[in-house]
């Protein structure tokens, strides 16, 4: 595996293989890689010739008060991962080749509508981020496929959205959730969680479990959200959110709509904020 940290290289060696005929996919993210990454180069290497990763701290997709300074970086160990994964080229740009002008001065692209919601309300600005850099990121690739995990739900959608709006040429594929054993989903954030916090974590999972076991049976949406939302607080978490909305645009469904619907959860366990979903069909 290659490590490539300017522009012109990667453009260069992804020429060759295109020269060669050969197909691209493309894992984004922001490095402290785990297994949950590396099921995301799976399916990329599965479905391409060739595999380009990159790992980028994105700064603009980090408010005021965010975890960017403290977010783990461990480019080292990212790489012996990305090489055993069969990954043939891992992008590792500074801050200057994503952002020529500088961040503040960046162009910006904004998704509007679906990111007004749940994670776009408790962070604003952090879809303007993540879009912007994937944008950016895809039009240095130029992958033919690129691969997000379902983890980030919201996340997925706005991207699915991004590229469909700007008739991006890039096959948006998802990959589904790595979890541990106890039910936590998987995470570069877990390791934030004390000892304490880290036993007291799965309650989200189990929670998201309750309340699709719940709707199937016939309960009604809106109980259900406060009664997870109760739970989760006597277990010690602060939820942002606690909701059940539709998969294709994350609205609330109406009093009937019992299909095509996904829960999500956002809430703080001590300093550090966890995210889950579980889609109901
Ligand atoms: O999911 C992530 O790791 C990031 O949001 C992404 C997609 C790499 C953009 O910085």
Same mark, same amino acid.
């Given at each position: 595996?290659?490590?490539?940290?300017d522009?012109?290289? @990667? %453009?260069?060696?992804?020429?060759?293989?295109?020269?060669?005929?050969?197909?691209? *996919?493309?894992?984004?993210?922001?490095?402290?890689?785990?297994?949950?990454?590396? +099921? @995301?180069?799976? @399916? $990329?290497?599965?479905?391409?010739?060739?595999?380009? $990763? +990159?790992?980028f701290?994105?700064?603009?997709? !980090? *408010?005021?008060?965010? &975890?960017?300074?403290?977010?783990?970086?461990?480019?080292?160990?990212?790489?012996?991962?990305?090489a055993?994964?069969?990954? &043939?080229?891992? !992008?590792a740009? /500074?801050?200057?080749?994503?952002?020529?002008?500088?961040?503040?001065s960046?162009v910006?692209?904004?998704?509007?509508?679906?990111?007004?919601?749940?994670?776009g309300?408790?962070?604003? *600005?952090?879809?303007d981020?993540?879009?912007?850099?994937?944008?950016?990121?895809?039009? @240095?690739v130029?992958? &033919?496929?690129?691969?997000?995990?379902?983890? &980030? =739900?919201?996340?997925l959608?706005?991207?699915?959205?991004?590229?469909? /709006?700007?008739?991006?040429?890039?096959?948006?594929? +998802?990959?589904?959730?790595? #979890?541990?054993?106890d039910?936590?989903?998987?995470? +570069? #954030?877990?390791?934030y969680?004390?000892?304490?916090?880290?036993s007291?974590?799965?309650?989200?999972?189990?929670?998201l479990?309750q309340? %699709?076991?719940? !709707?199937?049976?016939?309960?009604?949406?809106?109980?259900?959200?406060?009664?997870?939302?109760s739970?989760?607080?006597?277990?010690?978490?602060?939820? /942002?959110?606690?909701?059940?909305?539709r998969?294709?645009?994350?609205?609330?469904?109406?009093?009937?709509?019992?299909?095509?619907?996904?829960?999500?959860?956002a809430?703080?366990? *001590?300093?550090?904020?966890?995210? /889950?979903?579980?889609? =109901?069909?």
């Amino acid at each position: 595996m290659q490590t490539v940290t300017d522009a012109a290289a @990667l %453009r260069a060696a992804i020429r060759g293989w295109r020269t060669a005929g050969q197909t691209v *996919g493309f894992v984004p993210t922001m490095g402290n890689l785990h297994a949950g990454h590396h +099921s @995301l180069l799976k @399916l $990329a290497r599965a479905r391409a010739d060739r595999v380009v $990763a +990159s790992v980028f701290v994105n700064p603009t997709q !980090f *408010g005021p008060g965010e &975890d960017f300074e403290r977010y783990p970086r461990t480019l080292a160990q990212d790489q012996a991962g990305l090489a055993e994964a069969g990954c &043939d080229i891992l !992008f590792a740009p /500074d801050v200057a080749t994503m952002y020529p002008f500088g961040p503040a001065s960046s162009v910006s692209i904004h998704v509007p509508v679906i990111t007004d919601t749940l994670e776009g309300a408790h962070r604003p *600005g952090h879809f303007d981020g993540v879009a912007t850099v994937v944008a950016k990121l895809f039009s @240095l690739v130029q992958p &033919d496929l690129a691969v997000f995990g379902q983890k &980030d =739900f919201q996340q997925l959608k706005v991207i699915e959205r991004m590229v469909r /709006d700007l008739s991006l040429p890039v096959k948006v594929m +998802s990959a589904p959730t790595l #979890r541990e054993a106890d039910g936590l989903a998987m995470s +570069s #954030r877990n390791q934030y969680l004390s000892a304490q916090e880290r036993s007291r974590a799965p309650l989200i999972h189990a929670t998201l479990l309750q309340m %699709r076991e719940l !709707f199937q049976q016939g309960h009604a949406r809106q109980p259900l959200e406060a009664a997870a939302r109760s739970r989760l607080e006597r277990g010690g978490f602060v939820p /942002d959110y606690v909701a059940i909305r539709r998969v294709e645009d994350l609205a609330e469904p109406g009093a009937d709509e019992r299909e095509g619907l996904v829960a999500l959860v956002a809430a703080r366990l *001590g300093s550090t904020r966890l995210i /889950d979903n579980l889609p =109901f069909d």
